[in-house]
């Protein structure tokens, strides 16, 4: 019977893994209802504002700082973004090794990458390889300010102004839809020229009509852009994480189940097996008293 009752210790272990996995999952799935909401509302006008600011940079209508390459400067920025907690699959390592090979692209180019990472695992990640952290915003779960955002996007736009540095680039999950993300890497400083269709179009002669004049209105407009495209990573990032915790919750108590399905039926074979070894004792038993 011992047999029988280690299966049953395992089977109840499981049944407690099961608990706390589908208790998760619930809880990732609450958290992705309100994500999703922040990271869909603002994308429209994000998109919109973005195409309009890389049309106008194509056509050459308007000069800005943050429009032009800093010709010279061999310093970068890498912002990297993984999750405070685990348990969420591939999310962090997908986009740590994104990062990491984007880094190793720009030092090749004789650019020196200073990475700034969100998330306490990727900062144990970079320590563990005894690599350098510039910064590390480890106190933000499911939701950010926008005016902490804003905060960042203004040292970044600063630190471009100044030819401090010749780039800003962003490694995160990039919401797609609910069954679709992808790990990528974005520049979000300078700002690029659109491309392909979107570079066609801007071949074509645009008249834009401006109120104000088109440099009081576009000084507050682009660094607007960046803070809300910053703005609109991390959401899309945040979201991005809790669904992937949400499928790996799902897909740990998918297993948790099976496991308790096969316990089941090997204690259900121990048990049919220690009940015929006793009955074969009893029937010994009593053809040796006659």
């Given at each position: 019977?011992?047999?029988?009752r280690?299966?049953?210790k395992?089977?109840?272990?499981?049944?407690?893994?099961r608990?706390?996995?589908?208790?998760?999952?619930?809880?990732?799935?609450?958290?992705?209802?309100?994500?999703?909401q922040?990271?869909?509302?603002?994308?429209?006008?994000?998109?919109?504002?973005?195409?309009m600011?890389?049309?106008?940079?194509?056509?050459?209508?308007?000069?800005?700082?943050?429009?032009?390459p800093?010709?010279?400067?061999?310093?970068?920025i890498?912002?990297?973004m993984?999750?405070?907690?685990?348990?969420?699959?591939?999310?962090?390592?997908?986009?740590?090794?994104?990062?990491?090979?984007?880094?190793r692209?720009?030092?090749?180019?004789?650019?020196?990458?200073?990475?700034?990472?969100v998330?306490?695992?990727?900062?144990?990640?970079?320590?563990?390889?005894?690599?350098?952290?510039?910064?590390a915003?480890?106190?933000?779960e499911?939701?950010?300010?926008?005016?902490r955002?804003?905060?960042?996007?203004?040292?970044?736009?600063?630190?471009?102004e100044?030819?401090?540095?010749?780039?800003?680039?962003?490694?995160?999950?990039?919401f797609?839809?609910?069954?679709?993300?992808?790990?990528?890497?974005?520049?979000?400083?300078?700002?690029?020229?659109?491309?392909s269709?979107?570079?066609?179009?801007?071949k074509?002669?645009?008249d834009?009509?401006?109120?104000p004049?088109?440099?009081?209105?576009?000084?507050?407009?682009?660094?607007?852009?960046?803070?809300?495209r910053l703005?609109?990573?991390?959401?899309?990032?945040?979201?991005?994480?809790?669904i992937?915790?949400?499928?790996a919750m799902?897909?740990?108590t998918?297993?948790?189940?099976?496991?308790?399905?096969?316990?089941?039926?090997?204690?259900?074979?121990?048990?049919?097996?220690?009940?015929?070894t006793?009955l074969?004792?009893?029937?010994?038993?009593?053809?040796?008293?006659?």
């Amino acid at each position: 019977m011992a047999k029988a009752r280690a299966i049953v210790k395992r089977r109840n272990a499981v049944r407690n893994i099961r608990k706390i996995t589908q208790t998760m999952q619930l809880i990732a799935t609450a958290r992705f209802a309100k994500t999703l909401q922040r990271a869909t509302a603002s994308k429209p006008y994000t998109e919109k504002l973005t195409e309009m600011i890389s049309t106008l940079s194509a056509a050459g209508t308007i000069d800005h700082p943050l429009l032009k390459p800093n010709a010279g400067v061999d310093k970068s920025i890498l912002l990297v973004m993984t999750s405070n907690r685990g348990l969420c699959g591939a999310f962090n390592s997908s986009v740590l090794r994104l990062a990491l090979e984007h880094k190793r692209r720009l030092e090749q180019e004789r650019k020196a990458t200073s990475i700034e990472m969100v998330g306490k695992k990727g900062v144990a990640y970079l320590r563990f390889l005894r690599m350098d952290v510039a910064s590390a915003i480890t106190d933000i779960e499911d939701k950010i300010a926008y005016a902490r955002v804003a905060e960042i996007a203004d040292r970044f736009m600063q630190l471009y102004e100044t030819r401090q540095i010749a780039r800003v680039d962003v490694a995160y999950m990039r919401f797609i839809s609910a069954g679709s993300q992808k790990a990528i890497v974005t520049q979000l400083l300078p700002i690029e020229p659109p491309k392909s269709d979107a570079a066609a179009a801007s071949k074509k002669k645009i008249d834009f009509e401006f109120s104000p004049a088109p440099e009081v209105l576009l000084a507050k407009l682009i660094p607007e852009m960046v803070k809300i495209r910053l703005y609109q990573i991390f959401n899309e990032a945040i979201v991005s994480e809790q669904i992937a915790r949400m499928v790996a919750m799902k897909s740990a108590t998918d297993s948790a189940g099976d496991m308790i399905k096969y316990l089941t039926r090997q204690y259900n074979r121990a048990r049919q097996g220690q009940i015929t070894t006793e009955l074969a004792d009893i029937v010994g038993g009593a053809e040796a008293v006659k």
